[in-house]
């Protein structure tokens, strides 16, 4: 379920209808030029403990945004259609991506993973400012 | 009569079961084969094959709030109870109303004119290191 969850989240998808519009006040700076967009993802879920669990997921949605010299300031409304499952949803996780070019590749990264010097499965050039305000995901209930 | 027996001694042991804080199974038959396989409800984890229900967990108590919250995640429910209680027929019929009028809300906000779940998210937000840094680069785990 958790493996299904994060391919959900990491695969930016075409939503034409919704069922649930997630309004996400974005703002990021000095991110490395190899990334001109970056995504906020967002999966609702049935159950209030579903952000942690999983348990109740409903569906995903994805919407990008361009950056302009490395920043963005701005909200976001993610659209979300209920595909995995009956509504309604009573809470949610959005997770920031910085989409980018490597080597002729485009490739997503979650920038929760920037931070994570335990995240060895990739290692990215974009470092977080000392002591800056860093919120990667958020999460809450409708 | 043997069966009375059965059940009074089950009680009993349940009871005693009960005192020393110990864990007890739940079982739900549904109408229905499930909607989901697993799902947390009442407070404990639930885990649903075909139509039927099981899960464990302390106090052995059931509540009309507990199925009702499972039946709303995977379908009306015929028969709840645990080791030691089980919901009268009059509960049920309250836990399956319970629960279809959180599906009945569901389904009249899919079927109108998409009048979707809304709601607005704390920031996001992510400042990097000057502009101008090396390159992003990613390294997978083999």
Partial sequence: MRVALLIALALPTTVLAQDALLEVPVRVANVSAAASVGSVTCAVFADPSGPTSSVGYLGSGSRWFALANGAFAGRITVPVKFDAGPGPARAYRCVLYFIFKDEGRTLTLAAGRLADPAAVEYRAAFKAATGARLVYEVTGMF | ?142
């Fill in chain 2, 1 to 142: 009569m043997h069966r009375l027996v059965v059940v009074a001694l089950l009680a009993s042991v349940a009871g005693l079961a009960q005192a020393q804080g110990k864990t007890f199974s739940y079982e739900a038959e549904l109408a229905q084969a499930a909607r989901r396989a697993a799902t947390t409800a009442g407070g404990v984890a639930w885990t649903c094959t075909d139509t039927r229900c099981t899960a464990s967990g302390r106090g052995g108590n059931v509540s009309v709030k507990g199925c009702s919250e499972l039946a709303r995640a995977v379908g009306p429910i015929a028969r709840y109870r645990s080791e030691i209680k089980a919901l009268s027929a009059a509960d049920l019929g309250e836990c399956n109303r319970i629960a279809q009028g959180a599906g009945g809300a569901a389904a009249k906000a899919a079927k109108g004119p998409a009048k979707p779940q809304r709601a607005t998210t704390p920031e996001i937000a992510f400042t990097g290191v000057a502009p101008g840094g090396a390159a992003a680069t990613v390294e997978r785990k083999p």
